[in-house]
C-alpha cells in the first residue's frame, strides 16, 4: 500500500502527503537524485534558469543531492518551523524519518536549517521567509544561529 502522494500544498506548491497513518521513528523515504558539487549545482541551476524550487540538498562532505535530476517525491517536502519528519544523512544518502505521529492526509514537513554566507540582509530573510503556520514559526527557513 502507498505511504505517500504529492499535491498541492497549501504551506508551498506541491507538499508530500500521508496516505495511512505513519509511526514517528518509521522510515519514509530516502531523498533521491544525482550527487554533484556545489559549484555544479548552482552552474546549472542558473544555467536553466531554475526559479521557486531549487531541490537541492546539502551533504556534510560538501557535496549536495540535486532531486531535479532523478529525484523522487522527498524533493517536494516542504519546511516547518515545528516538523514531523526528520533527514538523516547516513554514508552520503539522506533518509526521511517521522519524528512524530502522522495521520492520514497530513502533510510532511522537515526542518530545512538553510545558512547563507555571512549575515543574512533584510532582503535574504525575506527570500527565506516561512510560511508553515505553526503557532511557534520562526518565520524563516534559515538555521538557528
Given amino acids: 500500500m502507498k505511504r505517500i502522494s504529492v499535491r498541492r500544498s497549501s504551506v508551498h506548491g506541491r507538499g508530500v502527503f500521508a496516505l495511512r497513518p505513519l509511526c514517528a521513528g518509521e522510515l519514509i523515504l530516502e531523498y533521491a537524485g544525482t550527487v554533484m558539487?556545489?559549484?555544479?549545482?548552482?552552474s546549472r541551476h542558473r544555467r536553466f534558469g531554475v526559479q521557486g524550487h531549487t531541490f537541492l540538498f546539502g551533504l556534510s562532505d560538501g557535496r549536495v543531492i540535486d532531486g531535479s535530476l532523478g529525484g523522487n517525491s522527498a524533493r517536494w517536502l516542504n519546511h516547518a518551523c515545528v516538523a514531523n519528519c526528520e533527514a538523516i544523512e547516513d554514508d552520503g544518502r539522506v533518509y526521511i524519518h517521522a519524528v512524530s505521529d502522522i495521520e492520514p492526509g497530513e502533510?510532511?514537513?522537515?526542518?530545512?536549517?538553510?545558512?547563507?554566507?555571512g549575515r543574512a540582509s533584510a532582503s535574504v530573510r525575506a527570500q527565506y521567509a516561512c510560511r508553515c503556520g505553526h503557532r511557534r514559526c520562526r518565520g524563516t527557513m534559515l538555521a538557528r544561529t
Avoid at 558539487?37 to 548552482?42: E, L, M, T, V, Y
Avoid at 502533510?107 to 545558512?115: A, D, Q, R, V
Fill in 107 to 117: 502533510e510532511l514537513f522537515i526542518s530545512y536549517g538553510l545558512t547563507t554566507e
Fill in 37 to 42: 558539487s556545489w559549484k555544479r549545482a548552482i
